[in-house]
Each structure stands twice: as structure tokens, then as C-alpha cells.
């Protein structure tokens, strides 16, 4: 008779947690959801009965129509829930290429980890409709640098249970900051069979002085199917900005080792900061701030000239879309000039990838005014030289004037 009891009593528990549990669907978007589509569905928790429930599981019964997104897990933790308590539990699902338009029903179950032969289960359903895009577009790189011829592509997706033909991808930029190079915005395809994707590549480029930022592409296609010539109008963004680039020259002297940075790319460049990664030294970090593109700074090092062989550096920033860069630099010193207090002399060091475009620069410079004066100097000795010849032939001839003059009072 005790035994019956317990078991009873066990019974009435688990039927008032299955009771104390309500799941409902919140909301879902796109609402209503689209046919090839994913859809995010949030889903409602509630705990309406008189006690604490514990560990409780949210699963999810995926249908032919509703499929689980990939990155997605079946079953999500709720979690205990207080007496009157909700959470909310998002799912994204893909509605797929067979789904019928209306409502399309999927299945949530709910459990106690401890005891997960009790459960409540609910049948609810999601509105769809059909897609009214035929084909997806997508574009990639979606950065480009302003002044730099880029190649991008566009992707097109048939997202139709029918072969679509005679596709023209055309498209435009509204202000005319950024145009195609070396050929018109037009492209043309054959055909693309049901769920196939193809692509449409253009060079493109935008204005060196444009103002960095996301700059919408007006897209329209024209295809055929079996309802004939239709026309799909699609925007999408393309940044303009990104990455830049630097040019680095040095100065050392006993006690500083000098970093020239140029801005020498199309971006601004934002949070610049340079680390001397070799030699070691305690203040490694010189915090430049905003470079703007054609501009540059100096960044001070107190370092030991004996010590220093090699230059490492490290530049890191935040380029125009709001992203991180690293840029690392070596660079090997001149041995002899090293070691004296003057700046670097580059025309003693060989003209190597290490070394920077400037620093090249400046070694053929120096090049150019050591062979201009080495051509003054023997100019200057060739002058004299005559001078000399002149002089020399000169005093010849009033010696030679003197003896005949001497010659002619004797007789």
C-alpha cells in the first residue's frame, strides 16, 4: 500500500510539471517567413504553475518544410524557471524550397533533464509565403580602396524550381563615385538552371577623393521564365575605404633611433600605434593617434646605437570600415655608419627588399651629389691645368722676346 502511494504521489508531480509549463511561439522574422529563406523563430517558456521547475530542455522537431539551420542544436538549455518566470529561446530554421504557402507546423517539446520520459509537447505553425525574389545576388569583396582598380563579382542564385534565361546584370551607382573600368555596367548570361548559382565579374574603381562610408549599388536584372520578361531591382552596399599602406624611414644617433611614417595609401588611418619589437627596450610603444592619408609623423625611440642591429617594428591601426590591421616591418642598419653620431648614410647600405622606397630614394640622391662632385672636382683640375699650361707658355714667350731684344742691341 506504501508503495502505491509513492508511485501515486510521483505521478501527480510529474503531471503538475507537465501541467506548470506553457511554450508558446513569440514572433518569427521575416514575418511571414520566405520559401529558400531562413526565418528566426523565438520561442516562449513560461512557468505557470505553483513550484520552481528545474533543469528543463527545449527541443526542437524539425520538419520537411521547417529544416534546423546547420550552426543551429536541436536542444537548448532553459534552465530552472521561478513560479510565473518566461524565457526566451531563439531557433533559426530554413524554410524550404518545398514549403507550401500558409501555415507550415513544427513541433516543440519540452522536458526535465532528470526525468526526461516526461515532457510537453506543442504543435504550432509558422505563415509562408512564396519568395518573391527569383534570384538572390550577393557581391564579393564587398571593400574596396578608393583610387584602386578592384574586381569584384556578383553572385547569382536561382532560387526557383525553373531554368531562368536571357539574364542582363546591370547596375549603378547613384552619384557616380564608383563606375566599372574598361568596360560598361552590363553582363549577360545564358541561362541558370533551378537552385544553380553563377557569376558575372566587372573591374571596378571608385573615386580617389570619394568620402570613405557604404555607398548602395542599385542592381537590375531581366530574365525570362515561363511567365515570360520579368525585372528584379536589388541594392546592395560596397564600402569604399579599407586598408591602407605606410612608408617607413630611420634616423640613429647615440642615444634616438628616429621612425619616419608616411600615410602613403588612400585611407585615413585611425589609433596608430608603433611598437619597436627590436632591439628590446622598456618604452616600446609610441601612440600616434590619426594619420591621415599624405600625411606623417616621428615616432622617438631613446635607445643605445651599439646595441642596435636590426630594426623590428610593429604598426597596427583601425582602418575605414572599423577593423584592426597589423603591418610589421624589418629593416637591417649599416654596420659602420651605425656607430657615429651622424644620421644613417644610405648610400652605404645595398639596396635591398628590406629597405624602404624611400630610403632608396634618398641613397640614389646621395649617389647623384657624390658623382656631382666628384665631375666638379675634376673640372675644376682640368682648369687649372690650362691655367697653368697658358701661364707657363706665357712667361716662355716674354723670355724668349728678352733674348732676341738683348740679341739685337749687340749688334
Known sequence: MKKFIIVLLILISLTSIVNAVDLNISYYDPHPAQVGEFVDVWVTI????????????????????????????????????????????????????????????????VYS?????????????????????????????????????????????NLTNETVSNIVV?????????????????????????????????????????TTGIYPIDLTLTFNNSNG?????????????????FDMSYEISDSQLSISIANIGSNDAESVIVKLIKPSITNNTQ??????????????????SSSVNDIELELSYTDTTGQRQTINKKITLNTISKDSNMPMNFNDVP??????????????QMNNRQTQSQNYFLQAGIAIMLVGIIFVGYKKRAKLKEIISTFKKRK
Open 287 to 304: 601612440i600616434i593617434g590619426t594619420l591621415d592619408k599624405g600625411d606623417y609623423t616621428i615616432a622617438n625611440f631613446e635607445v643605445s
Open 170 to 210: 546591370s547596375w549603378t551607382e547613384s552619384n557616380g563615385l564608383i563606375l566599372p573600368i574598361g568596360s560598361d555596367n552590363k553582363k549577360y548570361i545564358l541561362s541558370i538552371l533551378p537552385l544553380e548559382t553563377k557569376s558575372v565579374s566587372y573591374t571596378i574603381a571608385a573615386d580617389p577623393n570619394i
Open 351 to 364: 639596396n635591398d627588399s628590406n629597405l624602404s622606397q624611400k630610403q632608396n630614394f634618398q641613397m640614389g
Open 113 to 157: 533533464k532528470d526525468t526526461s520520459s516526461v515532457s510537453v509537447s506543442k504543435v504550432t505553425s509558422i505563415n509562408v509565403e512564396e519568395s518573391k525574389k527569383n534570384i538572390e545576388v550577393s557581391v564579393n569583396p564587398a571593400v574596396i580602396n578608393p583610387g584602386n582598380p578592384s574586381e569584384v563579382e556578383f553572385t547569382l542564385k
Open 46 to 109: 513560461t512557468n505557470s504553475g505553483s513550484a520552481v521547475t528545474d533543469d528543463l530542455i527545449l527541443k526542437i522537431l524539425p520538419k520537411d518544410s521547417l529544416q534546423l539551420a546547420t550552426e543551429e542544436s536541436v536542444e537548448k538549455e532553459i534552465g530552472s524557471l521561478k513560479i510565473n518566470e518566461s524565457k526566451l529561446i531563439k531557433y533559426k530554421l530554413l524554410v524550404s524550397n518545398n514549403a507550401v504557402s500558409g501555415e507550415n507546423e513544427i513541433e516543440f517539446l
Open 229 to 245: 520578361e520579368n525585372t528584379q531591382e536589388s541594392t546592395l552596399g560596397i564600402i569604399a575605404g579599407g586598408k591602407t599602406d
